[in-house]
């Protein structure tokens, strides 16, 4: 089956601090994969995505690189802030050759931490 | 644009009972996706509706079943209740099924369920 794994934390970090995020999948088809974000009290933002091996997402200095030979999707940043601070999941989706895609299948989130 | 709306936003109920959920995707999305969230198994995909089909089911029991009108907005409902129920439900919509990855889905703020 599918499956995504990621540090939970939480993470603490300093502001201005480098970020990285593990994220590592097991898939069956073709996945595609997705960082969510998630601020108290609200439901998940898309914060970047990537399609196809050696994609790289981008958005907000968030950035993270489709490696298919380490079935991996490391989420960075170079310089985080306190406004950061939410939970971060790492998600993929399956595309069946025979068409069909299976609902996005999650880690379990990593809750960051940024102090200023 | 409006956004994903959920109702309601928190609802307290007794074991052995039943429960419907209300989402209202974005309009001109046609895709409405589930989610369940707890803590100790994280998010769970359950369904996904596209012009009122069923496309997708996760691994959920048979107590768990959706709908979708005609006008886009969906469903879930849960029937003889337990304890193990209690979760965040997230709902997801986006322009198209999930097999188009151009389709971006865009999450509700949820519903929490407490079952006592």
């Known amino acids: 089956g599918n499956s995504v794994t990621q540090m939970e934390g939480p993470v603490t970090l300093s502001e201005e601090a480098f970020l990285t995020i593990n994220c590592t999948y097991t898939a069956t088809g073709y996945p595609s994969l997705f960082w969510y974000v998630q601020y108290p009290g609200e439901g998940l933002q898309l914060l970047l995505k990537?399609?196809?091996?050696?994609d790289k997402g981008s958005n907000k200095g968030f950035e993270a690189t489709y490696r298919k030979e380490t079935t991996s999707f490391h989420l960075e940043k170079g310089s985080v802030q306190v406004s950061d601070s939410a939970v971060y999941f790492c998600?993929?989706?399956?595309?069946?050759?025979?068409?069909?895609?299976?609902?996005?299948?999650f880690g379990k989130g990593t809750h960051l931490i940024i102090q200023p | 644009k409006a956004g994903v709306t959920q109702t309601p936003r928190y609802l307290i109920k007794t074991r052995g009972q039943q429960v419907t959920l209300s989402c209202s995707p974005i309009?001109?999305?046609?895709?409405v996706s589930w989610y369940q969230q707890t803590p100790g198994q994280g998010l769970q995909f359950l369904f996904e509706?596209?012009?009122?089909?069923?496309?997708n089911k996760g691994n959920f029991p048979g107590r768990f079943s959706g709908r979708q009108f005609s006008n886009s907005r969906s469903e879930m409902n849960v029937s003889t209740l337990e304890l193990g129920d209690s979760a965040l439900y997230l709902c997801a919509s986006s322009f198209g099924p999930s097999e188009v990855l151009s389709y971006e889905q865009y999450f509700g703020p949820g519903t929490r369920l407490t079952v006592t």
């Open positions: 998600a993929l989706s399956v595309l069946y050759s025979g068409g069909g895609a299976d609902g996005l299948t």
């Open positions: 990537a399609t196809k091996a050696d």
């Open positions: 509706y596209f012009s009122e089909t069923q496309r």
């Open positions: 309009s001109g999305h046609r895709s």
